[in-house]
């Protein structure tokens, strides 16, 4: 098992909820406001804010509150560590035809 289990469980619980992935899915495009992040949601606000813990828990969102005004954004890097297990999931099959198309690539680069 990887190192990095424990904070790669807690990103798939995280996403494993419809409404966290579109939360998720809309911060991948910029920052935004609480209150702009609930509006397409059919929920109460403190709702929407269990929502947003269960993302900062899982290290995939930070928040900023100015005033009254919270702020949130996705963490850079934040799905590195489901890009990582992913990758490794991945068969030698399918490694090996990567590194063929590369290394066809390299010789005849006008058809890439």
Known sequence: MPK???ELDAVLRALADPTRRAVVE???KSPAVVSEL?????????SLMQHLRVLEDAGLVTSQ???RVRTVSL???AL????L???EQRT???RQADRLGIHLARFNPKET
Request: proline share 13%; aromatic share 10%.
């Open 4 to 6: 990095y289990h424990d």
């Open 65 to 67: 509150k100015h005033g």
């Open 85 to 87: 297990w992913l990758d």
């Open 80 to 83: 590195d560590v489901l890009h």
């Open 26 to 28: 809309r911060l991948a």
């Open 75 to 77: 963490r850079p890097g």
């Open 92 to 94: 030698p099959a399918e």
């Open 38 to 46: 609930a509006a397409p949601f059919s929920m109460a606000l403190p």
